[in-house]
Structure formats: C-alpha cells, structure tokens
C-alpha cells in the first residue's frame, strides 16, 4: 500500500486510490463539480486540480493515481489561483447576480458553495459576452424541471442516467460555447425512455435539473433548510431503499437518497415511487377521525346495530366494482397513451384536476359518522369478543399488512392469536410469494431469498429471471441488473412479454404463459445429457435427485418446444449457459408465483438451480423478488396462518409454550390448529364472521372481486384501519385512521433479509394514530396484555421469541441494517446462506419431482385470449397510494389493457380506444395501449384502477399448496366499445 | 386502419428496403454498431435531405444507441442537416484568404439571385439553401463554391446569375 503525504499528513492508501479517495478517507476536503461517487471518471472540469512536488504542472486529483512517497498539497497558491479561474469561467454562463456583492453567504447549492468559499465575484450579466442557456424548456411537468440556465455542464446528470441508471436519456450536444445538455433528440424524455427516477435531480450540482413539486408547494428557503431530514425507508417495494425525508411546515418537502457509499441496498438511487411518490400522505382524503357505520348505537352500556339488514347493512351510495368495471368510460387522456407531455394542457392545472382523479367521491363518506376513538375501539373490541365468545375464536379472521411494520405486524398476529385465539392471520403474501414460500420450505425449508441483490453486480456470471419485470416491479435493482449485465454477465429471461429486460437479454425465452414447468424441466434434460450438472453437490447436499432425473427425462427440448413456444435450440442454449455460470444467480417474481400450480413451477425452477449447484456461493443467489416493502417482514414475524414468528409451527405445543410464556397467557388460550389464508377466508364456507383488516385492500387485490365484494358484505363485523376510505373500507362498521410510512417509526424487510429501520419524519394527520399504538390499545382492551409503548419494545420481544432475530435492536439497525440471521448481539448479519448446509433436519436439499400441467383455463374460441395481469412503473398494487401521489398519477393516470399491434389491428382499435374485456367469470372496459411489449394473442392489465379492476375477471381457482389463486392467466375475449358520442378525455 | 386520423401521421421509417439493405453491408465493416454511426446519419441525409429528431430516434434504435447520443453527433458536425434544405445546397467559402478576393460579394450574389435571402435559410420554392463554409482547400482558386456535390472554383459574383440558372434548371 502506499505512503503520501497530503497537506502534511501522512497516509496510506490502496493502490488503485485516486489522490481524492485517499483525500476523501482522510477527511480532507477537495472541491469537485465532474467527480460524484460511483460515476465514470471524466475529469473535464478541473477545479480538483492539486500542487503535487516535483510535477511541473496541477494534476487532477480525481483523475490521478496516488503513488508512493507523493506529496500533495490542495490548497496552494497555484491549485487555488487555479479553481477560482474555473469557477470564474463557469460563472460566465451562470445567473449569478445574487452572489456578487457580498451576496455569497447565502450559497444555493453545491456549486454557489465553492463559489463563496474560494471568493470569486461574478461578472454582471449585462457586462457579458455570452447569453445564458436556455431556461425552463420544458414547462409543466408534474415531475422534473431542466432549467439549463443554470448548467455548468459537469455532465454528472448524463452519466448518473446511462451508467448507474442505464437508461442515457440526456446527452451533451453541440459545440464549444454552444455546447448543452440535451434531453433525447426531440427534448421529450418520455421518448428517449426517461423512467423519472430523478437520479439526474440527486447528483446536478447546481439545481439545473430540479423536482417541480417542492417548487411549487415550498419556499426556497424551506427547500434549502428544512427543519428536519429523517432516514426513512421508501414504501414501495421490496428493494427497500432508503431515503430521507426532508420536512417543512409538518409535511414532507422533498425525498432525496442517503449515504451513497454506505451498504444500503439503494446505495443513493430511488425509482420514481420512492422519489416522486412522497405527497400521498397529504393527500386531502386522508381518514383523520375514527368512523364509525350509521346504525350502531349504544344502548345500555351495550351497542347495538340497529340500521337497515339485508342488502342495506353495508351498502352506501356508491357503485360496486363490477358496475365501475362494466361502465363506459370518458377514454383515455394522451399521457396514458405514451404521448408526449408538452401536449397536455392538464397539467400545467395540477393541483387541481389530478389530485382529485381517485379522491374519495364524498357520497362514500355519507353511511358513516365521526367519532371518538373510546367509541371506535370500544365497539370493536365488543364485537370482536361476541363474535369469539358466540362462534369460537376461527369466526375470526385478521388480514396483516405488507405495508406495515414488522412491529405493527407482530402485534396484530400476536392479538388474534393471544387475544382471540385464532390462527386465522394473513396478509398478501398469500398473492404474492406464497408459492414460493411453499416450493423452498419443501426443498430448503427455507422462506426468504439465499443471498443479497449487491451480489449480482458484484459477483454473478449469469442472471437467470424469470417471471420478473424488474426494470418496472423493483427499478433500483433492475438497474443493478442492466449494471452488471453491461460489466459482462449473461443475461437470460424467461418471460411471456418483452419487458426492457428482455429486450436486452442474451437469450430471452419467450413461452406462452404457464408453461415454465415444461421449460425448466426441458432445461434440466438438457443438461443432464450434456452432464452438465455439479455432481459433486448433488452427492453431497442433496436428497432424491433421482426422482428428478426421471421426471425431466420425457421433456425433451422438441417437446418442450411444441408446449411452450421456445424453439428447442434456444432452449439448450439457455440450458447450457445456466449450467456453466461459473455463478449463475437464479431470481424470480409473480410470473412464476401466481398460477394455480405455482408451487411446482417454482420447485422446477429450484430443481433446475440446485441440479446446477447455483446456490450457497456469492454470487450464486437465490432470490425471489419480493414485492411489498415488508411482505418478507410480515411473514418472518408470524403474519401467516401457519407460524409464528421465524416460521415456527403453531401445530407444536412447545413452541405454543414459548409465546405463551412471553405473551402471559395460558397456552390454551393459543390455538394448535393451522389458520386459514387470505383466498380461503374470503369463500362463504369459511365460517369467518368478524375481520379485522390492516392496511390491505382485498376487494380489488383478491381474485373475482365480484364475489369477494359480496363475501365482505355479508360480514358480521369489520374493522379497516387505513390511510383512506378505501374500496374495502367503505363495507366496515369500524374504520380507524392509520398512520403512514413518513408518521411512525418501525422496522421492515426487503428482499435480500435486510431489517431497516425507517424513522417518523411528521405526524399523522388530525387524530389518526400510528398503526401500533391502536393496536397496542385494541389488545390490552381484548383482554391481552400489552405492556408495550414503543416499536423499540415491541422489537426487544420480537428478538427474544425470533431466534434468527435475537441480535435485533433498534439501535444496531441504524445505517444499512442487518441482514438475518443475526443470531447474537455481536452477529453482523448474513449476507448469504448455505455455504455448508441447509435448514433441513438432515441439512440436505430435497429435490421434488413435478410434472407439466396446463393452465387451468386456456384460449378458446369464445375467449381467444390470454389475460396477463400485473404492475406499472407508476403503480403500487391497488393505486391507493400511488394513485394519490400526484406525480406518479399525472404520468399513468387511468387504466389500460395493453395489447399486441396486430391484434388491435385485427380489431379495429387503435391507441386510447375503449374495449370491452370479459372472462368467464364477469367483464369490464377499459383503453387500449398499443404494444409489441405483449405477444399476440396475450392482453396485459394492471390492477391498479378500480375503475377497472383486472381482479373482476381473474380466475380464482387455487394452488394445492399454498392457495395462491391463478392471477396471471385466464382466457378472455375483447371487444371495441364503440362510444355513442366522443366523450372528452378526462 | 389507414382511415384513422392518427395514422397519416405515422412515421415513415428510412431504414427499409433498399437502404435498409445498404445499412447492413455498412454494418458488415464496423466492429460494433455505434462505429456505423456518421455512415448511417449519412443514409438518412440521402434519403430524406436532412435528419430530424425522429430519424436520429430511430438511428438510435437501430444501432442501440440512445438518442441523445445521437443528437450529440448530429449537432458536432455541421454537415448533417437538422434542418429541411433546399435541393440545391450551396456553401461558399469564407474563410480569410477567399474573404480577401471577393467572397462576401459571392455570398451576397448567392442569396440575391437564389431569393433564400438568408444565410442558411431556405428559398421560397424550396429549392435553394445557401450557407458560408470555412477553408475549401482551394485558396489558389477563390472563390471555391460546393453546389450539392459539384466543387465549382474562381466564382466571381458576376458568374452567379449564369450558375444559378443552370441549377435551378436541374443540371447539375
Ligand atoms: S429521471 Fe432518471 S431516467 Fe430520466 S433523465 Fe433523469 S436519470 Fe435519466
Ligand atoms: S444539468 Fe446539472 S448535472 Fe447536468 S451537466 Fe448541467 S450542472 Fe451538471
Ligand atoms: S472533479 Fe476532477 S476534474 Fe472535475
Ligand atoms: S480560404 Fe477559401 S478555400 Fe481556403
């Protein structure tokens, strides 16, 4: 290692330190404008320029290798004589009036800093020989202002877009003096493929490219210097970055991206929901009182219902899902249809129109009243013990969230069970991973991914996705993907649609929906007569391969061919790139998981990898992407009917023992029986009568809506504690007013097994509560005791029944997090798992032969089509959030179904049309985007729009194992809805 | 389909058939696609006399390039036309030793008899575009004149009228 002295210090450094890296570790400041962190290196702006001895000339400390016995000074004569005639050459092109005389102290930004602080007065403008660049080109966007005036050209922003968020929307054009950024070749970024991360927004220097937002909504001053800045973690999705939220007035001002070095998962990228997705909190149909439905009444220290029956016990003036499906809608605003912004009018009036397009409609508010949180809790304890005391503790049933925090979690499943003693708890998952978590506990007895998602860019050879659109579902680390895929790792995607990531893989592996258990299987024949497998892992960590060996052996690449539409070469290419990795990183999502045979898909995939050997190194990571920012916490702490906490059965009295001792109930009290998942509890036989639901939305995340809307309404209570009135909601009898991610502190999950701690940033809104003090209420009134006051406690009791939790504080989660195991206190987390064993008794994987089964419902004459459903870049799930984050709904602001040009063609639609969508079970209209994205003869939706549910028409028909119901395929026909009259975009 | 108000709008590739077909043997040369770069800016200039942000767009598709990168070429060089020009396009060198013998009367010549009246702009009907251009190569000859592709040399402003008439009449 080398030894240089750097303003008379002397240091060591690592032999590939630039003279900043070893200044920068040193503590010692050197001013920068093209150098930021993790980008390429260009060194065009010179103002690092340092004094190094026996160097005839300045040399770029940014640019410049450190060398043994180097003495470096940064601050002399030359250097600084040097960086003012920098800054004295850029402020010729910057608005600068408001820093010449004098006016330095108050330094805007990072560049204006450097410009106080080396004392440089800028010429007047009127005394200039060059104009300032163009100002704001592009006016009215919801998101990202560029206003060039204030360039210094550093390029940080075109670098930040192409090499971290590998999309290289911006580029330098033009020459010499009339050299600037440019936006794509037409100045639209929606063209050019801009996604609004807002990285360019994190690293401009100079505030030339901004949010628009915070402009509008805040004072300069409030921008430049909030009252506070709080580490939170985004609420989106399961990358689970971290971000800080800057506060003004109460309110969230600006979200920006923490600590770029450090180990988080985001290392200082967002996606556009986690930096533009920030106002949803605010939105004006906030809950801010407890609601209570019209027609209890208390009567003799009892309440008692005593409104309408029938029908009208838990109607209101609004339509059902299905009507909103079925009705004819006003077509679809240009946005939505990939048109360019700058020829919308709406949105120069956004506070007005798109802030209100999902409001609350006020009619929904009229079934209920206002009312004291004594009466709200109150009754729904009353209830909640009637419903117990009258049917048993299983006529309960609760729905956790994946939202919420593992302590708010933790509480509600440890209320049902503890306090009404039932294991009917469960949260999304059941929609989501629940597969998957069923395939890895039968191969692994594992439930979360094996590795960490740095390992990709870090170590991976092959990348082998399927059923995962990351770019859109988890954008942060689809760009680590396309990073390491642009350092050289293969990329392979199994994919009925050619999402951005397929489109840039190596090998993409188009099949028709449902058939990856022919594919895998077809992959794993191939290998195995090309004896590509690791023989020495399957001898030495694994069980039963045999049974596998003879599975696969009659799907032979032709056959799987004529099944999935792959054509059989390109298959065994597939196969033997996997198989020779060296690492080869196996990840997947809901295109494998949503099937009602997802269980054998994923173990097919599993099959696939552990034949390979592509588990237990760094490098070769296991990971299914998990969605919701804490559906990985919210199983790990017991939200599932099947365990408690680190997924311990609850059919063992012993461990029932455990949690009855740390919960100070008799063990009695907690059930032995297995409880029922989210899809069996919304069916009449279930025999559930009361719920509690926190912070889901089943009635358009569950299959067949229509017939979960009804199922909801024949409740005998229900209880929602939300953000907003949602769909679900406006059916409870209780309605308790929750907190946001920005209003509570708590920790959650991501994907990798990462445990972060996210901070309150402001309070809830009027009386609402955070989500864990009304539950820690709600549970001492139903009789269990809870002493608990903060999450920080809630925490220490989690740790203590967790075992693989045990070394979990609040205090050592600070900074990145702690992936688990953390089985100690002094444990600093795993990053990756089986590198000598599994889980299992005996250590060793078990492999489990699966055979090729079509999907349940196919394409036919009268339903020609295949109904793919699934998320949008600008979407969260059931659009609650999202859709009020003006933002991300000014960008994709109503729904679509998006469909193959020819096939649109061949109906007679075109771009923004309404069409007319029906399955076997109900129909809806919607508009039609046209895209090659889909392949023929398939349609996707997203179901984010309640306004068109893809959840009326999906097939509800359930996986043996896991009860994942089939969301990702059913046959349906289209049709164009010719509208009578043009109907005005909306 | 084609009776749908947006499909008259619909872009027209330049990379199909023929010159499709002449991009690829270009392809052939190149290490990678981006090297192909200025020879396919230059197909597209053929093709349709100038290059638009929609062409450098689909430049950018077809040799995975982004498109402001494409931009950022188009717009170095000051050969490609971002602009529609005429179909005579005349550049008149100006640089000093040219400037000495008389070019600026040749320029002036130029716009007065071609009506483009501007430098750079185009005429009326569309056909002329007259634009200045540093050094020829041919300081020996002033004032050296590039019509389209023809190098025309020792242009006086009297020898304008007589040049003019004979492009506009479609000699070349
Ligand atoms: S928002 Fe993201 S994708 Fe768009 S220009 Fe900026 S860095 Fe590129
Ligand atoms: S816009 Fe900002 S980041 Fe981009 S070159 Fe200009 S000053 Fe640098
Ligand atoms: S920071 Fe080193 S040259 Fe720009
Ligand atoms: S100066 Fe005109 S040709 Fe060289």
Same mark, same amino acid.
């Given at each position: 290692?080398?030894?240089l002295?750097?303003?008379?210090?002397?240091?060591?450094?690592?032999?590939?330190?630039?003279?900043?890296?070893?200044?920068?570790?040193?503590?010692?400041?050197?001013?920068?404008?093209?150098?930021?962190?993790?980008?390429?290196?260009?060194g065009?702006?010179?103002?690092?320029?340092?004094?190094?001895?026996?160097?005839?000339?300045?040399?770029?400390?940014?640019?410049?290798?450190v060398?043994?016995?180097?003495?470096?000074?940064t601050?002399?004569?030359?250097?600084?004589?040097?960086?003012?005639?920098?800054?004295?050459?850029?402020?010729?092109?910057?608005?600068?009036?408001?820093?010449?005389?004098?006016?330095?102290?108050r330094?805007?930004?990072?560049?204006?800093?450097?410009?106080?602080?080396?004392?440089?007065?800028?010429?007047?403008?009127?005394?200039?020989?060059?104009?300032?660049?163009?100002?704001?080109?592009?006016?009215?966007?919801?998101?990202?202002?560029?206003?060039?005036?204030?360039?210094?050209?550093?390029? #940080?922003? +075109?670098?930040?877009?192409?090499?971290?968020q590998?999309?290289?929307?911006?580029?330098?054009?033009?020459?010499?003096? !009339?050299?600037?950024?440019?936006?794509?070749?037409?100045?639209?970024?929606?063209? &050019?493929?801009?996604?609004?991360?807002g990285?360019?927004?994190?690293?401009?220097?100079?505030?030339a490219?901004?949010?628009?937002?915070?402009?509008?909504?805040?004072?300069?001053?409030?921008?430049?210097?909030?009252?506070?800045?709080?580490?939170?973690?985004?609420?989106?999705?399961?990358?689970?970055?971290?971000?800080?939220?800057?506060?003004?007035?109460?309110?969230?001002?600006?979200?920006?991206?923490?600590?770029?070095?450090?180990?988080?998962?985001?290392?200082g990228?967002?996606?556009?929901?986690?930096?533009?997705?920030?106002?949803f909190?605010?939105?004006?149909?906030?809950?801010?009182?407890?609601?209570i439905?019209?027609?209890?009444?208390? /009567?003799?220290?009892?309440?008692?219902?005593?409104?309408?029956?029938?029908?009208?016990? #838990?109607?209101?003036?609004?339509?059902?899902?299905?009507?909103?499906?079925?009705?004819s809608?006003?077509?679809?605003?240009?946005?939505?249809?990939?048109?360019?912004?700058?020829?919308?009018?709406?949105?120069?009036?956004?506070?007005?129109?798109?802030?209100?397009r $999902?409001?609350?409609?006020?009619?929904?508010y009229?079934?209920?009243?206002?009312?004291?949180?004594?009466?709200a809790?109150?009754?729904?304890?009353?209830?909640?013990?009637?419903i117990?005391?009258?049917?048993?503790?299983?006529?309960?049933?609760?729905f956790?969230?994946?939202?919420?925090?593992?302590?708010?979690?933790?509480?509600?499943?440890?209320?049902?069970?503890?306090?009404?003693?039932?294991?009917?708890?469960? !949260?999304?998952?059941?929609?989501?991973h629940?597969?998957?978590?069923?395939?890895?506990?039968?191969?692994?007895?594992?439930?979360?991914?094996?590795?960490?998602?740095?390992? @990709?860019?870090a170590?991976?050879? +092959?990348?082998?996705?399927?059923?995962?659109?990351?770019?859109?579902?988890h954008? $942060?680390?689809?760009?680590?993907?396309?990073?390491?895929?642009?350092?050289?790792?293969?990329?392979i995607?199994?994919?009925?649609?050619?999402?951005?990531?397929?489109?840039?893989?190596?090998?993409?592996?188009?099949m028709?929906?449902?058939?990856?258990?022919?594919?895998?299987?077809?992959?794993?024949?191939? @290998?195995?007569?090309?004896?590509?497998?690791?023989?020495?892992?399957?001898?030495?960590?694994?069980?039963?391969f045999?049974?596998?060996?003879?599975?696969?052996?009659?799907?032979?690449?032709?056959?799987?061919?004529?099944?999935?539409?792959?054509?059989?070469?390109?298959?065994?290419? *597939?196969?033997?790139?996997y198989?020779?990795?060296?690492?080869?990183?196996?990840?997947?999502?809901?295109?494998l998981?949503? !099937?009602?045979?997802?269980? /054998?898909?994923?173990?097919?995939?599993?099959?696939?990898?552990?034949?390979?050997?592509?588990?237990?190194?760094?490098?070769?990571?296991?990971?299914?992407?998990?969605?919701?920012?804490?559906?990985?916490?919210?199983?790990?702490v017991?939200?599932?009917?099947?365990?408690?906490?680190?997924?311990?059965?609850?059919?063992?009295?012993? @461990?029932?023992?455990?949690y009855?001792?740390?919960?100070?109930?008799?063990?009695?009290?907690?059930?032995?029986?297995?409880?029922?998942?989210?899809?069996?509890?919304?069916?009449?036989?279930?025999?559930?009568?009361?719920?509690?639901?926190?912070?889901?939305?089943p009635?358009?995340?569950?299959?067949?809506?229509?017939?979960?809307?009804?199922?909801?309404?024949?409740?005998?209570?229900? &209880?929602?504690?939300?953000?907003?009135?949602?769909e679900?909601?406006?059916? *409870?009898? $209780?309605?308790?007013?929750?907190?946001?991610?920005?209003?509570?502190?708590?920790?959650? +999950?991501?994907?990798?097994?990462?445990?972060?701690?996210?901070?309150?940033?402001?309070?809830?809104?009027?009386?609402?509560?955070?989500?864990?003090?009304?539950?820690?209420?709600?549970?001492?009134?139903?009789?269990?005791?809870?002493?608990h006051?903060?999450?920080?406690?809630?925490?220490?009791?989690?740790?203590?029944?967790?075992?693989?939790?045990?070394?979990?504080?609040?205090?050592?989660?600070?900074?990145?997090?702690?992936?688990?195991?953390?089985?100690?206190?002094? !444990?600093?987390?795993?990053?990756f798992?089986?590198?000598?064993?599994?889980?299992?008794?005996?250590g060793?994987?078990?492999?489990?032969? $699966?055979?090729?089964?079509?999907?349940v419902?196919?394409?036919?004459?009268?339903?020609?089509?295949?109904?793919?459903?699934?998320?949008?870049?600008?979407?969260?799930?059931?659009?609650?959030?999202?859709?009020?984050?003006?933002?991300?709904?000014?960008?994709?602001p109503?729904?679509?179904?998006?469909?193959?040009?020819?096939?649109?063609?061949?109906?007679?639609?075109?771009?923004?049309?309404?069409?007319?969508?029906?399955?076997?079970?109900?129909?809806?209209?919607?508009?039609?985007?046209?895209?090659?994205?889909?392949?023929?003869?398939?349609?996707?939706?997203?179901?984010?729009?309640?306004?068109?549910?893809?959840?009326?028409?999906?097939?509800?028909?359930?996986?043996?194992?896991?009860?994942?119901?089939?969301?990702?395929?059913?046959?349906?026909?289209?049709e164009?809805?010719?509208?009578?009259?043009?109907?005005?975009?909306? | 389909?084609?009776?749908?108000?947006?499909? &008259?709008?619909?872009?027209?590739?330049?990379?199909?058939? =023929?010159?499709?077909?002449q991009?690829?043997?270009?392809?052939?040369?190149?290490?990678?696609?981006?090297?192909?770069?200025?020879?396919?800016?230059?197909?597209?200039?053929?093709?349709?006399?100038w290059?638009?942000?929609?062409?450098?767009?689909?430049?950018?598709?077809?040799?995975?390039?982004?498109?402001?990168?494409? =931009?950022?070429?188009?717009?170095?060089?000051?050969?490609?036309?971002?602009?529609?020009?005429?179909?005579?396009?005349v550049?008149?060198?100006?640089?000093?030793?040219c400037?000495?013998?008389?070019?600026?009367?040749?320029?002036k010549?130029?716009?007065?008899?071609?009506?483009?009246?501007?430098?750079?702009?185009t005429?009326?009907?569309?056909?002329?575009?007259?634009?200045?251009?540093?050094?020829?190569?041919?300081?020996?000859?002033?004032?050296?004149?590039?019509?389209?592709?023809?190098?025309?040399?020792?242009v006086?402003?009297?020898?304008?009228?007589?040049?003019?008439?004979?492009?506009r009449?479609?000699?070349?």
């Amino acid at each position: 290692m080398p030894t240089l002295a750097i303003n008379g210090r002397t240091l060591t450094a690592n032999a590939d330190a630039t003279i900043l890296d070893a200044a920068r570790a040193a503590g010692i400041e050197i001013p920068t404008l093209c150098w930021y962190p993790k980008l390429p290196i260009v060194g065009n702006c010179r103002i690092c320029l340092v004094s190094v001895d026996g160097q005839p000339k300045l040399l770029p400390a940014c640019a410049t290798k450190v060398a043994d016995g180097m003495v470096v000074t940064t601050e002399s004569h030359a250097a600084v004589e040097n960086r003012r005639g920098v800054l004295r050459l850029l402020l010729e092109r910057y608005p600068a009036e408001h820093l010449r005389n004098g006016g330095r102290a108050r330094p805007r930004n990072e560049f204006e800093q450097y410009v106080a602080r080396y004392g440089v007065d800028p010429t007047p403008l009127a005394g200039r020989d060059l104009p300032l660049r163009s100002g704001d080109e592009r006016p009215g966007d919801p998101m990202i202002r560029h206003d060039m005036s204030t360039c210094i050209l550093c390029t #940080r922003c +075109v670098r930040a877009c192409a090499d971290i968020q590998v999309v290289g929307v911006l580029d330098v054009a033009w020459r010499g003096e !009339h050299a600037e950024i440019v936006v794509g070749a037409d100045g639209d970024p929606d063209k &050019a493929g801009c996604t609004w991360c807002g990285e360019c927004v994190r690293v401009c220097p100079t505030g030339a490219i901004f949010e628009t937002l915070p402009r509008q909504r805040f004072t300069p001053a409030q921008i430049r210097s909030p009252e506070r800045v709080v580490r939170a973690v985004c609420p989106y999705c399961g990358v689970g970055c971290q971000v800080d939220l800057h506060v003004a007035g109460g309110r969230i001002a600006r979200v920006t991206s923490p600590d770029i070095e450090l180990d988080t998962p985001n290392q200082g990228s967002t996606c556009v929901k986690g930096r533009f997705g920030y106002d949803f909190p605010q939105h004006q149909d906030r809950l801010t009182r407890p609601l209570i439905r019209k027609g209890w009444v208390k /009567d003799g220290g009892r309440w008692v219902w005593n409104g309408g029956q029938g029908a009208e016990r #838990r109607g209101g003036p609004w339509q059902t899902i299905e009507a909103e499906g079925q009705r004819s809608k006003p077509g679809t605003p240009p946005r939505a249809t990939g048109k360019s912004v700058r020829e919308l009018p709406l949105l120069e009036r956004l506070d007005m129109d798109i802030r209100d397009r $999902v409001a609350t409609p006020p009619a929904w508010y009229e079934p209920f009243r206002e009312a004291t949180w004594e009466e709200a809790m109150e009754l729904t304890a009353q209830e909640l013990l009637r419903i117990k005391q009258a049917r048993g503790g299983d006529a309960l049933a609760c729905f956790s969230s994946a939202k919420c925090s593992n302590e708010e979690n933790y509480l509600l499943m440890r209320m049902f069970r503890g306090g009404l003693g039932t294991n009917n708890v469960d !949260h999304c998952t059941r929609l989501c991973h629940s597969t998957s978590v069923a395939a890895m506990q039968r191969a692994l007895s594992t439930s979360a991914a094996s590795g960490s998602m740095r390992e @990709i860019e870090a170590a991976c050879d +092959v990348i082998f996705i399927a059923g995962a659109n990351t770019t859109e579902t988890h954008p $942060v680390f689809g760009a680590a993907i396309k990073r390491a895929h642009g350092r050289g790792a293969t990329l392979i995607v199994a994919d009925p649609r050619r999402t951005e990531l397929a489109g840039r893989a190596d090998i993409h592996l188009q099949m028709q929906p449902g058939t990856d258990v022919a594919l895998y299987s077809a992959m794993l024949q191939h @290998i195995l007569a090309q004896s590509l497998e690791n023989r020495a892992f399957l001898a030495e960590r694994t069980h039963d391969f045999e049974k596998v060996r003879a599975a696969v052996q009659p799907y032979t690449p032709e056959r799987a061919a004529k099944i999935t539409g792959v054509p059989a070469d390109v298959i065994r290419r *597939a196969a033997e790139t996997y198989a020779r990795g060296p690492n080869t990183s196996t990840l997947w999502a809901m295109g494998l998981t949503q !099937h009602a045979n997802g269980t /054998d898909i994923v173990t097919s995939l599993l099959n696939l990898m552990l034949a390979c050997g592509m588990i237990g190194r760094w490098g070769a990571a296991m990971l299914p992407v998990r969605g919701q920012n804490n559906v990985q916490g919210a199983s790990d702490v017991g939200a599932i009917p099947f365990v408690y906490t680190d997924y311990r059965s609850v059919k063992d009295p012993a @461990i029932r023992a455990e949690y009855a001792r740390a919960w100070s109930v008799p063990a009695e009290t907690l059930s032995l029986k297995e409880g029922l998942m989210v899809t069996e509890v919304v069916k009449p036989e279930s025999g559930v009568r009361g719920m509690y639901i926190m912070g889901e939305n089943p009635i358009i995340s569950d299959p067949d809506i229509a017939h979960a809307e009804h199922w909801f309404q024949e409740l005998e209570f229900l &209880a929602v504690q939300d953000l907003f009135l949602t769909e679900t909601a406006r059916y *409870a009898d $209780v309605v308790f007013p929750g907190a946001s991610f920005a209003e509570k502190t708590g920790t959650f +999950v991501n994907t990798e097994r990462r445990i972060q701690l996210s901070h309150r940033a402001a309070d809830p809104p009027g009386q609402a509560r955070g989500d864990l003090e009304i539950l820690i209420e709600l549970s001492n009134r139903l009789g269990l005791p809870t002493p608990h006051q903060s999450a920080d406690e809630v925490m220490q009791e989690i740790a203590q029944v967790t075992p693989s939790w045990r070394g979990v504080t609040h205090s050592r989660l600070e900074g990145a997090g702690l992936q688990y195991p953390v089985p100690t206190a002094d !444990h600093p987390g795993t990053a990756f798992l089986f590198a000598e064993r599994f889980p299992t008794a005996d250590g060793r994987a078990r492999f489990v032969p $699966v055979e090729y089964t079509d999907p349940v419902e196919l394409p036919d004459e009268t339903y020609p089509f295949v109904m793919n459903t699934g998320r949008q870049l600008y979407h969260w799930h059931t659009g609650t959030m999202t859709r009020r984050a003006t933002g991300l709904d000014a960008r994709e602001p109503t729904a679509i179904v998006e469909i193959h040009p020819a096939d649109a063609a061949a109906l007679g639609v075109t771009e923004g049309d309404l069409v007319r969508l029906t399955s076997r079970r109900n129909s809806m209209v919607t508009a039609c985007r046209i895209s090659d994205r889909v392949a023929r003869g398939q349609v996707f939706v997203p179901f984010h729009f309640r306004e068109a549910a893809a959840n009326l028409l999906t097939n509800p028909v359930l996986d043996p194992y896991a009860k994942m119901a089939e969301l990702k395929i059913c046959a349906v026909k289209v049709e164009p809805v010719h509208a009578s009259a043009p109907v005005p975009a909306d | 389909m084609s009776a749908h108000p947006t499909a &008259a709008r619909e872009y027209q590739p330049v990379f199909l058939g =023929k010159t499709r077909e002449q991009l690829d043997t270009i392809l052939k040369r190149y290490p990678n696609k981006q090297a192909a770069l200025l020879p396919a800016l230059w197909l597209v200039q053929e093709a349709r006399g100038w290059i638009s942000d929609r062409n450098m767009a689909e430049v950018a598709e077809v040799l995975a390039l982004t498109p402001a990168y494409v =931009k950022g070429v188009v717009t170095f060089y000051t050969m490609y036309h971002q602009h529609p020009v005429g179909r005579n396009f005349v550049q008149v060198c100006t640089t000093s030793p040219c400037n000495l013998c008389g070019a600026e009367g040749v320029v002036k010549a130029f716009l007065e008899h071609t009506s483009a009246r501007d430098l750079g702009a185009t005429s009326p009907d569309g056909s002329w575009t007259v634009i200045e251009v540093e050094c020829l190569g041919a300081c020996g000859f002033a004032t050296p004149v590039l019509i389209n592709d023809d190098f025309i040399e020792s242009v006086t402003p009297e020898k304008v009228p007589e040049l003019v008439r004979k492009y506009r009449e479609g000699r070349r």
